[in-house]
């Protein structure tokens, strides 16, 4: 979400959304044909912004409103289930 202001009063707002690049679809369900069990996206957004594009992309579970440091904490937490050739999607442009 974003505020617009003019001289410190707030004027309205306007709502933003992250969208995956066109073809992770396809890209990802080609990964799973070569054998990657599970998808985990995995960012610093919104559990808001975050977990649509997750659904609508059909990953098995995401993280979300993760600083960088998180991450290595959320691939560790994934361990224990053992998924055949995991994959975690994470980026950060910070």
């Known amino acids: 979400m974003l505020y617009v202001a003019r001289d410190g009063k707030t004027q309205g707002t306007i709502g933003v959304a992250n969208a995956d690049r066109p073809g992770a679809a396809a890209a990802l369900a080609r990964l799973r ?38 991450k290595a904490d959320y691939v560790a937490a994934l361990a224990p289930c053992r998924p055949t050739g995991l994959l975690v999607l994470g980026y950060s442009p910070t």
């Open 33 to 70: 044909h070569k054998g990657v069990s599970a998808i985990h996206p995995i960012r610093g957004d919104a559990k808001s912004v975050a977990g649509p594009i997750a659904q609508a992309l059909g990953r098995d579970g995401y993280g979300a409103e993760l600083p960088p440091e998180a």
